[in-house]
Nanobody, 119 residues
């Protein structure tokens, strides 16, 4: 069993920055694909971006160039750096861990952290 705990959410002004953290209870970075998702009120959860065990990243078009995913293997923590935020970035942000494609295994979710972009 793996626990994922997000932190770092809060209120930020448009154009501002914020860094979210996701701490894992076990070092799974060598195998799992780590991802960030978000869910705005009355909308479906959507993928923000992912980072593979090899360090490759992928982002949704809506955040490309503004958000960055990184990880610290020693701290077993994945980060989501949010820059140039917009009101439409307001959502609950969730950390996710899933096995790589075509590999069976359990998927894990964090409890979420609220990000509100408002002046």
């Amino acid at each position: 069993q793996v626990q994922l705990v997000e932190s770092g959410g809060g209120l930020v002004q448009p154009g501002g920055s914020l860094r979210l953290s996701c701490a894992a209870s076990k070092n799974i970075f060598g195998f799992y694909v780590m991802g960030w998702y978000r869910q705005a009120p009355e909308k479906q959860r959507e993928l923000v971006g992912t980072i593979t065990s090899g360090g490759s990243t992928n982002y949704a078009d809506s955040v490309k160039g503004r958000f960055t995913i990184s990880r610290d293997n020693a701290r077993v923590t994945v980060y989501l750096q949010l820059n140039s935020v917009k009101p439409e970035d307001t959502a609950v942000y969730y950390c996710n861990a899933r096995p790589p494609p075509l590999i069976s295994g359990k998927e894990y979710w964090g409890q979420g952290t609220q990000v509100t972009v408002s002046s």
